[in-house]
């Protein structure tokens, strides 16, 4: 069974940093691109990064500069440094498992909330 | 940038009706790369179609996706107790992005 936890979120101060991590299970970690997508207070959900299998990374507009995406092959974990944290970054951050040749993210964590306040 | 139109915005139905979901990119993209996913509040998004009409595994063979170049359509036979949540289209493009549409929410009428 496949399976992701993500862990790290928190409450935080404006301009600081956070690291989220997300163990993976059930499946071939290494081979799998993962990626990080975040929901907002009531608002719908916002792709935020992405770490191929191959060694590409790729970052939403809004969080270039700032985020960073790592992974761990032998922990089988991804992981999400967060630099520079603003209010809106404040959310519900879910890793999840693409599915090759569809672009498509077929297994998904539960999430971790960040919320980013003084 | 792609930019991905769900509408409406809200859908009021009854179990046992039928849903139409539509979602509209404001330019062409390939079937391959459209997905519908089911989001119900607490939980995980679970990925009910991708590649325009492959349902994922484990899907109800209620749920069905068509649609190419810019129109795409979710739609649901007969509506279960269960299928009241809000949905959401995506889509992957170049340079490696990932866009979600701006939701579609299913209530009970």
């Known amino acids: 069974e496949v399976q992701l936890v993500e862990t790290g979120g928190g409450l935080i101060q404006p301009g600081g940093s956070l690291r989220l991590s997300c163990a993976a299970s059930?499946?071939?970690?290494?081979?799998?691109?993962m990626t990080w997508v975040r929901q907002a207070p009531g608002k719908g959900l916002e792709w935020v990064s992405v770490?191929?299998?191959?060694?590409?990374?790729h970052y939403a507009d809004s969080v270039r500069g700032r985020f960073t995406i790592s992974r761990d092959n032998s922990k089988s974990t991804l992981y999400l440094q967060m630099n520079s944290l603003r209010a809106e970054d404040t959310a519900v951050y879910y890793c999840?498992?693409?599915?090759?040749?569809?672009?498509?993210?077929?297994?998904w964590g539960q999430g971790t909330l960040v919320t980013v306040s003084s | 940038e792609i930019v991905l139109t769900q509408s409406p915005g809200t859908l009021s139905l009854s179990p046992g009706e039928r849903a139409t979901l539509s979602c509209r990119a404001s330019q062409s993209v390939s079937s391959n790369y459209l997905a519908w996913y089911q989001h119900k509040p607490g939980q995980a998004p679970r990925v009910l179609i991708y590649?325009?009409?492959s349902r994922a595994t484990g899907i109800p063979d209620r749920f069905s996706g068509s649609g190419s170049g810019t129109d795409f359509t979710l739609t649901i036979s007969r509506l279960e107790p269960e299928d009241f949540a809000v949905y959401y289209c995506?889509?992957?493009?170049?340079?490696?992005?990932?866009?979600f549409g701006q939701g579609t929410k299913l209530e009970i009428k």
């Open positions: 999840a498992r693409g599915r090759d040749d569809y672009g498509d993210f077929m297994n």
């Open positions: 059930g499946f071939i970690f290494s081979s799998s691109y």
């Open positions: 590649g325009t009409s």
């Open positions: 995506q889509i992957y493009d170049w340079p490696p992005r990932y866009t």
């Open positions: 770490f191929h299998s191959g060694g590409g990374t």
